[in-house]
């Protein structure tokens, strides 16, 4: 049994003339009768009753039949605008890792409405997530899209591009007696403990860190490394030490936490866009395009 068979007897069904039915269909009237003959073979039998003296009219068995038939052809017009849909990224599911400070400057959420306002039909499941934890899950298929901080070096399975570059900024307690100054010398912060995220060797954090304390003059002492720029932060409103955080980290304005720029060196971080390097999903394509970045 074919599509084409039940799409021919719908046809005959509606018009209950063979010629009609055949204009519709855009064949002849014999296509139409070797179609329906086809059908009936395959069922064991009859669908029409054909006489030359009254028209076309269903059996029982075709009256029993039509909405059977009515239904596969609706499921398979149906399956098909999905797989057409799909074929262009506009359904599916997209699984989305990001990191903290991504969210903070308003990339993730401004990336994920540009995408839903083409491809609404994408179910979009978003979890935060540290950098590295996100090229495991990249690497293992579990993960669709990483937004996460630059690394030195990437697991083979993945590939990235830049997105956007934040500046850096030291985090001072707010009774500090550097929070009042606007603007910072690398030398201010020679009495300072830093803390760190864990991930920070690996995503150039300590590297920037060096580099301020060589324009300094000092060697900075380094705290044991925390969870997140977050649990940065709030160790350095507790009092516990000072922190290099993205710009980004501004737009929580946590009680407690004053941030405030470096004169006389250049911090910045970068974050990236990662996936699959052989990633073949239409709808990964589809957010990676509108997500826009430099390659």
Known sequence: MELRQLRCFEIL??????????DRLGTTQSGVSRLIAGLEASLGGKLFNRSKRSAVSLTTTGALFLPEAQAILRQAERGEI??????????????????????????VAACVRRYRAVAPGVEVHLREMETPRQLEEIAAGRLDIGFLRARAAYPVEVRVRGLSRDALLIALPEGDSLADKMELLPADLAAQKFLLPYFGEEAGFLVRLKALGEAGGFTPVILPPVRDFLTVLTAVASGLGAGLVPESAANLALPGVVLRPVAGVVLQSELHLACRRAENSPAVRQFLALAGGRV
């Open 13 to 22: 069904a509606e018009e209950r003339h063979f010629a009609r039915a055949a």
């Open 82 to 107: 999905f797989g057409r849909r799909a074929a262009r990224g506009e359904t599916g599911r997209l699984e989305i890792g990001f990191v903290a400070s991504a969210a903070w400057a308003g990339l």
